[in-house]
């Protein structure tokens, strides 16, 4: 790995995550290595590769958006798909209660 990598990370720095991103783009090494290495969860790195993604693929628009609009769509993604889900729920819990079967 290269120097950035190459100290005792006390602390995960954007600096740091990025130079970890782009050493697994470029196959330097992967993800099961760097968690092993850094004793990080596979799911976190997992997590800096796509937000990686998102900000490559934002900074290569004709129009990028700025970081709050990012995040404000985000949001409503989530809090969009948080609502279906209690949706879900709901309607599975009264299907339940109307068939008479109880909650595991």
Known sequence: MNVVMN??????????KSALVLEIIQGKTTVSEASRQFDLQPSEIEDWLDQGKAGMENALRAKPEDVRE????????????????MLEIRARRKLQSLLGIDEP
Request: proline letters at 0%; charged letters at 45%.
């Open 7 to 16: 100290e005792e990370v006390k602390r995960w720095t954007a600096k740091r």
């Open 70 to 85: 990012q995040y404000e769509r985000q949001l409503r993604d989530l809090q969009e798909a948080y609502g279906e889900a």
